[in-house]
């Protein structure tokens, strides 16, 4: 994965640091969209708080022991949490607070492994950094224990914590963090990162699929998705008649890219039957410019479309773990087909 350094966070690092690290919150929360870099530049925070010899432009030297320690995952200072099988926020994890029995949820057992850590002295008598990725994943119980270790933490423990779902946190938590937006990228540089990473003329139109994420589009691309997810475009654009069939071409590419999971198929036909909605409304799309359009366009009822993208929202939330995946998919292809059908005057 190639550096990764957008204008934006050049600002956001100002803000945090630009007064030197003293004036560091004690707890801080990078909330912005999935795909936009959050994880990376959060990385680079701790590696700057426990840097033991930061250079002037206050960047982590590389070289000092706790540079060396949190590069080969060993620091003790450093705890991770993050939800278990999260392949992306594991990325390069120095310790990791694992949620147990696969859950899908943090735990309140993760959090309490944590007050040991936050409240006995640091090893290397410097910073000690928690970072937690995926923070709307903490159950009730979770979040109200990190509250507690938020009302008063040592002066040099610091709290990083990472979401795209900002309103899912309770809001005594967001009020014991400062709340640091993280935006999109500019269009253009995000698609000039893209196309460095071997996209080429193609970057914008996937660029624009992701709604407008490049580390999204770039995970799709190391992952091996990009043709997956081109078929699954093409089964919608052109899409068979009998729900059986079209779930039948979605079951084989499942089958054929691992990495490519239910939820992602119903988020790319949410994402279709959006732009369709949009497009009678404004005839403009979000996601799919630059892919090919239905011919029919013009005869769909955008309410109707709405309300099919909506009645997908509890599939989404159950795709991870459905009972038969075979069925879901059948059911998916009906819920999308007959949105299609229906709205057809």
Not at 299 to 313: I, Q, S
Request: aromatic share 6%.
């Amino acid at each position: 994965m190639q550096h990764y350094n957008f204008k934006q966070f050049e600002s956001i690092k100002r803000q945090l640091v630009g007064q030197g690290l003293g004036r560091f919150p004690h707890a801080i929360l990078l909330a912005g969209p999935e795909g936009v870099g959050k994880q990376a530049f959060a990385e680079n925070l701790v590696a700057l708080l426990l840097c033991e010899a930061p250079t002037a432009a206050l960047e982590a030297c590389g070289q000092c022991p706790s540079c060396h320690w949190l590069n080969t995952g060993n620091h003790p200072d450093f705890r991770r949490v993050a939800p278990a099988g999260d392949e992306e926020g594991e990325e390069g994890a120095s310790e990791t607070v694992k949620r147990r029995g696969g859950s899908t949820l943090i735990r309140i057992d993760q959090i309490r492994e944590l007050e040991d850590f936050v409240f006995v002295g640091s090893h290397r008598q410097g910073n000690r950094v928690v970072l937690l990725t995926e923070a709307e994943a903490m159950n009730p119980a979770a979040a109200n224990a990190l509250l507690k270790i938020l009302e008063e933490p040592p002066a040099t423990v610091y709290f990083i914590l990472i979401t795209s779902k900002q309103k899912n946190l309770l809001p005594t938590l967001r009020s014991r963090c400062r709340v640091i937006p993280v935006p999109l990228p500019e269009p253009m540089a995000a698609a000039e990162f893209l196309r460095v990473a071997g996209l080429g003329d193609q970057a914008m139109r996937y660029l624009t699929l992701a709604g407008g994420a490049p580390l999204k589009v770039e995970q799709w691309k190391i992952a091996g998705q990009l043709a997956t997810i081109d078929a699954v475009v093409d089964s919608l654009t052109k899409p068979a008649t009998d729900p059986l069939a079209l779930a039948a071409r979605w079951d084989g590419l499942l089958k054929n890219d691992g990495a490519f999971r239910l939820d992602h198929l119903v988020e790319c036909v949410q994402r279709w039957l959006f732009d369709l909605a949009l497009e009678r409304m404004t005839g403009e799309v979000r996601y799919h410019r630059g892919w090919p359009r239905p011919k029919n366009v013009s005869a769909l009822d955008p309410l109707t479309l709405v309300a099919a993208w909506r009645e997908l929202l509890p599939l989404r939330r159950s795709a991870r773990h459905p009972l038969n995946q075979l069925l879901f998919i059948e059911t998916l292809a009906s819920y999308t087909l007959h949105a299609i059908n229906s709205s057809t005057r």
